[in-house]
């Protein structure tokens, strides 16, 4: 005698969809903890880097490219950074003097001393700002490597570096490739806004052989710095904001122990660590 199939019938069993159901959540359970374990070494620095400089962390300057391994946060500048908030007394106070630690009648007795982490975000700012104009440039991946930011007690030090079969200059020329000059003409808005003085410093590398024996590499150096004074006076930077253009030949390599590396022939640009130089004629 044939049974009866249940009403119904047809499809998989209720256990069946349970323990699918089961099996899923297991397979994404999975995939989320491999996903947690594999860590970005890059992006962890970048975060690192980004928490010490949030907490005023100082660390010891590092050449890099202008990709930042360290990480440098992009945020507003706080102009008044102090532990203990400022209260106004409104009993006698009219108005609000920000620059003093006490408002009111006496607001002209106490002032309020800034902190000395307002020259280094300025900086960050400025590196940010360079980073960014130099990633409209659609050659800026293969030159990275040629490009070096650094802050030193001196100031915002930007570097323009030969590398081994990629040079800044034409050799023995004074001057630059085309890619060289987009460079400085995409960094002269950035440093024109800055109310630094600027320094410009030319290098070679020892053993430089010319056709010319009377032209030597402090004639390169100091010429090859001079145009670039000259390309970044074109596009905004002031005559007045340029503080030396210097030529040092071989004088101060990158590498001492390799004096002939192709890296020790560069251009530097400093950003000066100083309180921009009083106007002529102005009167305090």
């Known amino acids: 005698m044939a049974k009866k199939k249940a009403a119904g019938g047809g499809g998989a069993p209720e256990w069946l969809v349970t323990f699918a159901d089961l099996m899923s959540l297991l397979v994404c359970f999975f ?26 962390v100082k660390e010891n300057s590092r050449r890099t490219g202008i990709i930042e391994v360290e990480g440098i946060p992009i945020r507003d500048y706080m102009k008044d950074i102090s532990q203990i ?46 980073r960014q104009a130099w990633q409209e440039m659609p050659e800026i991946t293969e030159i990275s490597s040629n490009i070096i930011l650094e802050e030193t007690d001196e100031g915002l030090n930007i570097l323009l570096v030969d590398q081994d079969g990629r040079s800044m200059f034409r050799e023995g020329s004074k001057f630059p490739y085309e890619t060289t000059r987009r460079l400085l003409a995409k960094m002269a808005p ?47 930077v002031p005559d007045e904001q340029f503080f030396a253009v210097v030529g040092k030949a071989d004088t101060e390599p990158m590498f001492p122990n390799d004096p002939y590396l192709a890296a020790n022939r560069r251009i530097e640009i400093l950003l000066k660590a100083e309180a921009p130089p009083i106007p002529p004629g102005h009167s305090p």
């Open 190 to 236: 950035v440093l024109a806004q800055m109310p630094n003085r600027v320094e410009i410093t030319g290098h070679t590398t020892a053993g430089g052989q010319s056709l010319d024996p009377s032209y030597t590499g402090w004639d390169l150096s100091s010429e090859r710095a001079n145009v670039a004074r000259q390309i970044l006076n074109e596009y905004g």
């Open 85 to 130: 908030p400022q209260e106004m007394d409104s009993d006698f106070s009219t108005e609000r003097h920000d620059q003093r630690t006490k408002q009111g009648p006496e607001a002209n007795t106490y002032d309020t001393t800034k902190a000395e982490i307002e020259r280094p975000r300025q900086f960050a700012t400025a590196a940010a700002s360079l």
């Open 31 to 56: 995939v989320l903890i491999i996903s947690f374990s594999i860590q970005d070494k890059q992006k962890l620095q970048v975060v690192a880097g980004s928490m010490r400089e949030a907490f005023g």
